[in-house]
């Protein structure tokens, strides 16, 4: 039998028995409450969504066995429109969508048929998603399922809406937003291809002008205006005349068919290249007339069309003239001490090339140190007419360039050439159904108020009672709330919950998922009439408020179903742990915060919030385009579930994004497969009732390893922790074994309970599997390892942890030679010079400075090599070397495979000097020839 038919029969075999094992009601335990960002079910999990999963999994088996009641729910996203879309799409017949179906993942052709029904589609993946969520061992209560379609849901979500527009956080307004042309209604991250969320930037805009026409030119820099030599347009796009307002203004068409979403455009028709180039415009603020010249560099589609050339400040518009054939005008506008001479030339020469991309961050440096760092010419007054000379005297020359950027935008304002538009400065992005998204002002569009000042100041305050693993995303957070906007928060087309006062629009998303987590406490118990869910309802469950007597009358549902539900809620909420993808930081995380204390205060915010990085496979980000996506279910039908729970745990720490490897998947497989053939042999071996040095050095490496384990659990280091667990622990065993033919009875059972309990979280089925075969229970339910469950002798494990140590140095060395040994010399010190080193490590750990002596700082440089536990041990206990050698000598020279060893004191006149070595040992670091 392969290796993953073996562990897929597992699966297979104990996944039923853990469909009800893990359903739990409140108790006398100390709770504990897991959640995971629900999926969206519009395609089947994959190996990114498997690593979420997993690490709430282990940490919720964890905090199981540790012995708290432990709720992990799960439900399943049906709302907006990415379900919608990819009905329409294989309606409509889409090559890509139908292919990706079957062939990636595996949908039968004639099953696409009833997809065409976009609620079809949905149960469909759910069903699909929660049957891997099974295979691969979930610890989830299940009758806790639900889904955001779900009539009683809505009403939850509509006694939300209700809440936060009484508290003036939902409010209708025209902004700024992205939107899907073809679907006719506003976009968020879940509605795009890649699940990208449009970033919108406000762009300014220069008006230049001759006597017919404005050309408005879109710049993140108009400071620079002043070094403005010409407009570049480009030769191969096609320019159109506009009127806006009273004025007619130049563009491409491309950029008339954007900005006709954002401002009102008329289109006049088309003007001619020829035309285009006998034109000359006016700086607004120099009133120099310039050229409008061809050049391939200018993108139609982004902004107007046209771009203003400054060669002295821009490499690529300088380079761009160079190419052309035209010796470019440099103007110095602005100065820095990191640039000598003409900024845009001394960038060009440092970067040693003139390609666009690898100028890039050179570009992108020139931008901040100008901004940040730089001045304005101290005789730009030269450049302007008389009635402004004054004004550029006073307000920009000399003056930092983020003042003066500002100053120069007022004065653009009172002269009538400046206006904005907004573009999608992360873009091109795509909406589900294939159309690009374009900036839109919506008029009435209902929005969240995230940029309430109240609201966002509480929400980056409430951050500070929030633990955050790791605690390098804090910031990333506190940028993100800090930054949020409004954020349009209906749509008028998919599926959802539809807004309490409007029921031709549905809430998004984003914003139907943001308290759900409270659903998770109640879904079991709430009556199946949606109707009897009104706002008191929920006032008098979820808030305390209301009189239940009263409430129970109007709404016809026993008192007691009242209090019980409102019993259960108080019980589990708020949250304990919260786990997300690091995407979820730029929206989800934030909504949940703001959310949660809009509607409940501080009182509920999550305990703590867990964030993971992402999963790559083949070195890429998952996509579609790199033909790399993964499903988790044939990740899980390839290697097993087992192998793949902890592929994706032992490869990178929680922080770092992990490359899925089928090597390193496989290793774990036959790791695995190693320990469980282990246990089974040596549950039936022969044993000894007594008790040796050996058998309480055994037990006490396990009491610090099983400690270790424990802290680095708390603290979610899996990686670390499942390393000790599936590799070292097994070569321990090997060792013990070694050192004891006939091992104790007591300890070896013990040691092999402990070791499938500490399996148990990270590989459920196997382990299940183990301990069924020792006993009735399940290991799910049973009480992770203590240490004080194994005998402590510092004294003992000391002695053979140095020889532990001698013999991977010896090994080490061995290596580095390249060379087996025959015979192995020590030279040890005495006793008494143990003293030395403890001064050493106690200096060390206390940062203190050591007292002049070479022997000393001879110590101090080699610690490294001493391993801690011994160097704690040592501050406790003496050792003697030497009789410790000699007291293992026979298993030294089992172990290390040579024929001979001698040992002698460094200090011994009679001893000889072989190789010149004797003279150098240290305590605890004997010297040592190999022959």
């Not at 400040?313 to 160079?322: C, G, M, S, V």
Request: hydrophobic residues 35%.
């Amino acid at each position: 039998m392969s290796n993953e038919q073996f562990f897929n029969k597992l699966a297979e075999k104990w996944s039923k028995d853990f469909c009800n094992l893990f359903n739990v009601d409140p108790n006398e335990k100390p709770k504990f409450f897991i959640t995971v960002a629900f999926p969206y079910t519009n395609s089947p999990f994959h190996i990114g969504h498997g690593r979420t999963y997993v690490t709430a999994d282990i940490y919720a088996r964890y905090m199981r066995m540790k012995g708290h009641n432990v709720l992990f729910p799960l439900a399943f996203q049906f709302t907006g429109t990415p379900i919608l879309s990819m009905s329409e799409a294989i309606k409509r017949g889409d090559k890509d969508i139908i292919s990706e179906f079957i062939d990636i993942y595996g949908i039968p052709r004639e099953k696409l048929e009833e997809f065409t029904d976009p609620l079809k589609l949905a149960e469909y993946f759910k069903n699909e998603m929660e049957n891997t969520a099974k295979k691969l061992g979930l610890s989830i209560d299940w009758r806790r399922e639900f889904t955001t379609v779900d009539k009683r849901f809505e009403k939850f979500i509509q006694w939300q809406f209700r809440k936060l527009k009484d508290k003036g956080y939902v409010s209708q307004s025209t902004e700024a937003v992205g939107f899907c042309p073809n679907d006719n209604f506003p976009v968020g991250m879940h509605d795009t291809k890649g699940d990208i969320e449009p970033e919108i930037v406000k762009q300014n805009v220069i008006l230049f002008e001759n006597n017919d026409y404005l050309f408005p030119v879109v710049t993140p820099r108009p400071e620079t205006i002043f070094g403005a030599t010409a407009l570049m347009i480009n030769p191969k796009a096609t320019y159109i005349i506009v009127k806006k307002d009273s004025k007619k203004w130049i563009l491409t068409d491309k950029a008339f068919s954007k900005l006709s979403y954002q401002m009102n455009l008329e289109k006049i028709g088309e003007i001619k290249l020829e035309d285009l180039l006998k034109i000359k415009v006016i700086n607004p603020l120099t009133g120099e007339k310039l050229d409008i010249i061809p050049n391939k560099i200018v993108e139609p589609d982004v902004g107007t069309g046209i771009v203003m050339a400054v060669p002295s400040h821009e490499p690529l518009h300088y380079l761009a003239l160079i190419e052309s054939g035209i010796k470019p005008e440099l103007k110095r506008i602005i100065y820095t001490s990191e640039y000598e001479d003409i900024p845009s030339v001394e960038v060009v020469s440092i970067a040693g090339t003139k390609t666009p991309a690898e100028l890039k961050d050179y570009i992108e440096s020139l931008y901040k140190i100008e901004y940040y760092k730089g001045y304005m010419a101290n005789d730009l007054e030269n450049l302007v007419p008389d009635f402004m000379k004054q004004y550029i005297k006073d307000e920009i020359n000399g003056k930092p360039v983020k003042d003066a950027r500002e100053k120069i935008i007022e004065l653009l304002k009172k002269l009538g050439h400046y206006d904005n538009i907004y573009e999608i400065s992360n873009g091109p992005i795509y909406c589900r159904c294939g159309t690009e998204i374009v900036v839109k002002m919506m008029q009435n569009q209902l929005f969240i108020n995230y940029d309430d000042p109240n609201w966002k100041s509480l929400t980056l305050k409430s951050l500070d009672k929030i633990k955050i693993i790791p605690e390098d995303e804090r910031k990333d957070l506190e940028k993100v709330i800090f930054s949020l906007n409004k954020r349009a928060c209906s749509r008028s087309r998919g599926l959802g919950a539809r807004l309490p006062w409007d029921n031709s629009q549905i809430v998004d998303s984003l914003s139907d998922s943001t308290i759900y987590t409270v659903f998770y406490t109640i879904a079991h118990k709430l009556p199946q009439d949606p109707e009897k869910l009104q706002d008191v309802f929920w006032n008098y469950v979820l808030l305390g408020e209301g009189d239940v007597n009263k409430i129970s009358e109007e709404l016809q549902l026993d008192k007691k179903i009242l209090e019980d539900i409102k019993s259960e809620f108080e019980y589990w909420y708020p949250v304990d742990s919260r786990h997300s993808g690091r995407d979820l930081i730029r929206n989800h995380l934030p909504f949940y915060l703001y959310n949660h204390l809009a509607i409940f205060g501080e009182k509920y915010l999550p305990r703590s919030i867990i964030i993971n990085g992402f999963v790559r496979v083949g070195g890429k980000k998952m996509s579609k385009s790199f033909g790399n996506v993964y499903p988790l279910f044939k990740a899980i039908n390839e290697f097993g579930a087992d192998p793949i729970r902890l592929a994706l745990t032992v490869s990178s720490e929680i922080s770092e994004d992990t490359d899925f490897s089928s090597y390193i998947t496989n290793s774990i497989s036959n790791q695995l497969k190693r320990i469980y053939d282990t246990i089974m042999f040596f549950s039936k071996m022969e044993v000894s009732n007594d008790i040796k040095d050996e058998d309480i050095w055994f037990s006490s490496i396990l009491h610090y390893k099983i400690k270790e384990i424990s802290s680095l659990m708390d603290n979610l280091e899996f990686r670390k922790a499942y390393n000790i667990i599936l590799y070292e622990f097994y070569e321990l065993l090997k060792e013990y074994l070694e050192f004891r033919k006939n091992p104790n009875k007591d300890i070896l059972n013990k040691f092999i309970d402990s070791w499938i309990k500490l399996l148990s979280p990270g590989a459920p089925f196997i382990s299940e599997e183990l301990w069924h075969s020792r006993y009735s229970t399940f290991v799910s339910k049973e009480s992770f390892p203590n240490a004080s469950d194994f005998q402590l002798d510092k004294k003992i494990l000391m002695s053979m942890e140095y020889i532990r140590y001698l013999i991977d140095y010896i090994n080490k060395m061995e290596s580095i030679l390249n060379k087996k040994s025959e015979k192995i010399i020590f030279y040890v010190t005495r006793p008494e010079k143990i003293g030395y080193i403890r001064d050493v490590i106690n200096a060390v750990r206390a940062h203190k400075e050591l007292p002049e002596s070479d022997y000393l700082i001879r110590i101090r440089n080699n610690l490294q090599q001493i391993p801690d536990l011994i160097k704690d041990l040592i501050l406790e206990y003496d050792l003697d070397e030497f009789n410790t050698i000699v007291g293992n000598v026979n298993f030294l020279l089992n172990k290390l495979n040579v024929d001979e060893i001698r040992v002698y004191y460094s200090d011994d006149p009679e001893a000889p000097d072989i190789k010149g070595k004797k003279g150098i040992a240290l305590p605890l670091m004997p010297s040592i020839v190999i022959i």
